[in-house]
C-alpha cells in the first residue's frame, strides 16, 4: 500500500490536504531522481552544512566503560548544531522547486527551528516556526536564535505545550494555508510522504558512517545506537545498515522520570499502535485512545508517537528499543563533557548512557557506533537544573 | 454503486421538504455529560434536522479553537466513547437522527466493530471522521456500513474532481462540504468561492449536500438555501455556551435563516 510500511504509516489527514500530500509527494519523487537536485543538494549539503561530518574514536569514553570500541558520528558539527539541517535544507529545496514561498515548522528541542530559520534565511523564504511554550522557556536559547535568523516564532499553549501540540497547531497552519506554504517537519512522523521523504535526506549520515567506519576500522560495528523520538537520526543512521544482518541497531528513547503512564516517552517500548499526526505507528495513550502526557528532560525526545518505520523495525526485530531514563541521561551529558570535550544534546546523551551499557557486555572486542545528532549547548540550564535523585554510574542500570 | 444504493433515514430526512435543513453539533461531555444530552434534546425540539455529536480526541487536526476547547473540557470531565455513545443515544431517543463526529485514533482503540455496533445500538445513524480519508476508508468504513451506518465523507474547496467523485462513492447519508480552507471555527463571511465549490460537489453526486466550517450566522444561511440541503454548525454555538449564552436561541435565530 501506498505510504505503508507495514501495517504502519499511511495518510490520516483532513481531505483539504490531501491533495496538497499528492503534490509533494510527485514532487518529491521528480526532484530526488533529478541529477540536477541531487548536484544542488550535495553541494549545499557540504558549502552549508558542513559534511561530511567526521567518525571520531572516543577513546576516553571506551576507556572509561572498559569494553567495546566505541565511536561517534558527529552530526553535532553540523552547521546550527544538529542532523536536523540535513532534512531542513532538503526540503528547503524542494520548497523552493514546487514554487511555495512561505515555510512552517514545528519545534520541540528547537534545533529543527533553528535549522529551519536558518534555511529559510539563505534562501530568502518566509519561515513561520510552531512551538510549545514549556520548550520555549527550556530552550530559550534556541528561540533567540530562530529570532535573529528571521523567523516568526508562534507560541502554542494547548495541552502539555510541547512538540505533539506544536506539530498539531502546524498542521492546523498547513490546513488553511496549504496552497501557498510548505511544512518541513522535522522528523521522520506525520502522513506520508514524510516518513519516506526525511529518511531518504537524513540518510546521508549513515552512507557517510558506515563508508568511514570501514576505513577506519576495516570492519562494520557490531551494534549501532542512536537515540529515537520521532526518529530521524536513528532512521538517518539505520539505513545504511539495514542490510548488514550482522549489525544490531538500537534506538534509545527518552525514559524521563521512569516507567508509568505519563512519566517518560517511550512509545516503542511502552506504547501500542494508534494515529497521531497522520500516521498509524505506536503511540503512547490511554485505553480509550486519547494520547498521552509525556515527560522527558530532552524537548527533542517529548514525543508520544514515533515514526512509522520504527515501528516496522520493532515488530520485524530488525532494530530494538530501550528507554534511558532522564537522570542517567543527564549523567551521560556530564560524561561525555568531561571525558571527550564535547557537549553533547541530552537527546544523544541517551545513547551514549545505553552505549556505556552495551560497551560492557560486548566486552573489548565489541565495536558501538553511537549517533551524536547534536550538540548539548542548548542544554545547559536543562543540566544545571536537574535535581539528581541519586549517583548515576553511566553504563549501569540504576 | 450509487444506483443501487438503499435511501438512508439521514438522507430522507436531509431531503423532505426541499427546505435547508440544520445540523447542530453538540460536544459530548461539554459543558457536562447531562448538559449535552439536553442541549442536543433542545437542538431537537426546535426543529434542527439531525445533531452531530462529537466525541472528544485529544488531538483534532481539523479544529479550531473552539471545538478544541470543548473537546479538552469534556475530556477533563472524564468523557469517554462509550460515554459519548450514552449521550448520542440520549439524543436520539428525542426521535432525531444523530450523526458521530470523531477522529479515527479513539475509534481504533475502541476497535471499531465494537464501536459501529454499539453505535447502531444506541441508535445513531451516522459517523463522519475527519481525519479518515478515503484512501485509508477500510476496514473501518466497512465495519460501519454493516451494522447499517451511514459513512459520510467530506470534501474540500481543495479536493479536484477526480477526488470528488470517489469520495462521493464512499458516501452515504450524506456528503460534507468543507466550505473553506481551514480548520473549523466561526467566521464572519463565507467563503466567495464557495458557489462553484457547491456546484461542482453537487455534479458528483446525487447525495444530500451538508455543507460545515465557518457558518455562524442566519445571513450565511439564507445564501446557502438553495444551494445545499444542510448546514451544519458547531463552532458558533460551543462559542455562544462559552460565553454564557443561550445556544438553543441561536439554533432558533438559525432556523428562521433557513426559511
Given amino acids: ?398 | 454503486m450509487s444506483s443501487t444504493r438503499a435511501t438512508s433515514r439521514l438522507e430522507e430526512r436531509l431531503r423532505a421538504n426541499g427546505d435547508l435543513k440544520l445540523i447542530p453539533y453538540v460536544m459530548a461531555g461539554y459543558p457536562d455529560a447531562a448538559a449535552s444530552i439536553e442541549l442536543g434534546r433542545a437542538y431537537a425540539r426546535a426543529g434542527a434536522a439531525a445533531v452531530e455529536v462529537g466525541i472528544p480526541f485529544s488531538d483534532p487536526l481539523a479544529d479550531g479553537p473552539a471545538v478544541q476547547r470543548a473537546g479538552e473540557v469534556a475530556l477533563r470531565n472524564g468523557m469517554t466513547v462509550a460515554g459519548a455513545l450514552e449521550v448520542a443515544g440520549r439524543v436520539a431517543d428525542q426521535g432525531v437522527p444523530v450523526v458521530l463526529m470523531t477522529y479515527v485514533n479513539p475509534v481504533l482503540a475502541h476497535d471499531p466493530r465494537r464501536l459501529a455496533a454499539e453505535a447502531a445500538e444506541a441508535g445513531v445513524a451516522g459517523v463522519i471522521i475527519p481525519d479518515l480519508p478515503a484512501e485509508e476508508a477500510e476496514p473501518v468504513t466497512g465495519w460501519l456500513r454493516s451494522a447499517g451506518l451511514d459513512t459520510i465523507f467530506l470534501v474540500a474547496p481543495t479536493s479536484p474532481d477526480s477526488r470528488l467523485m470517489s469520495i462521493a462513492e464512499r458516501s452515504s447519508g450524506f456528503v460534507y462540504c468543507v466550505t473553506l480552507t481551514g480548520v473549523t471555527g466561526a467566521r464572519a463571511e463565507l467563503d466567495p468561492g464557495l458557489d462553484r465549490l457547491l456546484e461542482r460537489v453537487r455534479r458528483s453526486t446525487p447525495l444530500p449536500i451538508a455543507a460545515g466550517f465557518g457558518i455562524s450566522r442566519p445571513e450565511h444561511l439564507a445564501r446557502l438555501r438553495g444551494k445545499v440541503d444542510a448546514a451544519i454548525v458547531a463552532s458558533a454555538l460551543l462559542n455562544r455556551l462559552h460565553e454564557g449564552g443561550d445556544p438553543v436561541a441561536l439554533v432558533e435565530e438559525l432556523l428562521a435563516g433557513c426559511r
Fill in chain 1, 1 to 398: 500500500m501506498k505510504g505503508r510500511f507495514g501495517a504502519y504509516g499511511g495518510q490520516y489527514v483532513p481531505e483539504t490536504l490531501m491533495s496538497a500530500l499528492e503534490e509533494l509527494d510527485g514532487a518529491w519523487r521528480e526532484a530526488w531522481h533529478d541529477p540536477g537536485f541531487q548536484l544542488e543538494l550535495k553541494a549545499q549539503l557540504h558549502a552549508f552544512v558542513g559534511r561530511p561530518t567526521p567518525l571520531y574514536a572516543a577513546e576516553r569514553l571506551t576507556e572509561h566503560f572498559g569494553g567495546a570500541v566505541i565511536h561517534l558520528k558527529r552530526e553535532d558539527l553540523c552547521h546550527t548544531g544538529a542532523h536536523k539541517l540535513n532534512n531542513a535544507l532538503g526540503q528547503a529545496l524542494l520548497a523552493r522547486r514546487m514554487g511555495k514561498r512561505r515555510i512552517i515548522a514545528e519545534t520541540g528541542a528547537g534545533q529543527h527551528g533553528v535549522a529551519t530559520a536558518a534555511v529559510c534565511a539563505r534562501f530568502g523564504l518566509d519561515c513561520t516556526v510552531y512551538m510549545g511554550s514549556e520548550d520555549m522557556r527550556r530552550q530559550e536559547l534556541n528561540v533567540r536564535r530562530m529570532r535573529l535568523l528571521g523567523a516568526e516564532i508562534r507560541e502554542v499553549t494547548a495541552g502539555s505545550a510541547t512538540l505533539k501540540e506544536a506539530i498539531s497547531e502546524a498542521i492546523r497552519d498547513w490546513v488553511t494555508n496549504v496552497g501557498e506554504t510548505h511544512y518541513i517537519i522535522g522528523s521522520v512522523v506525520g502522513p506520508h510522504p514524510y516518513p519516506e521523504m526525511v529518511r531518504d535526506l537524513q540518510r546521508v549520515i549513515g552512507d557517510e558512517a558506515r563508508d568511514q567506519y570501514l576505513i577506519a576500522e576495516g570492519r562494520l560495528p557490531d551494534v549501532v545506537v542512536a537515540c529515537v523520538g520521532g526518529g530521524s537520526n536513528a532512521i538517518g543512521m539505520f539505513t545504511a545498515f539495514i542490510e548488514d544482518r550482522k549489525v544490531r541497531l538500537v534506538g534509545v528513547e527518552a525514559g524521563g522520570s521512569g516507567p508509568g503512564r505519563g512519566r517518560n516517552a517511550a512509545s516503542l517500548v511502552g506504547g501500542r499502535p494508534g494515529v497521531l499526526h497522520g500516521s498509524f505507528s505506536y503511540l503512547l495513550q490511554d485505553p480509550d485512545g486519547q494520547v498521552e502526557t509525556t515527560e522527558s528532560v530532552s524537548a527533542g525526545l517529548d514525543y508520544p508517537g514515533v515514526g512509522p518505520e520504527h515501528s516496522l523495525l520493532r515488530d520485524i526485530g530488525r532494530a530494538e528499543y530501550v528507554a534511558v531514563t532522564d537522570a542517567e541521561a543527564v549523567a551521560a551529558f556530564k560524561l561525555c563533557s568531561r571525558l571527550e570535550g564535547i557537549m553533547p544534546a541530552l537527546e544523544p546523551a541517551h545513547a551514549l548512557h545505553h552505549a556505556g551499557r552495551l560497551a560492557g557486555r560486548l566486552g573489548p572486542d565489541g565495536r558501538v557506533l553511537v549517533c551524536l545528532s547534536g550538540r548539548g549547548d542548548k542544554d545547559m540550564e536543562s543540566v544545571d537544573g536537574f535535581q539528581e535523585p541519586a549517583e548515576i554510574e553511566v553504563g549501569r542500570r540504576v
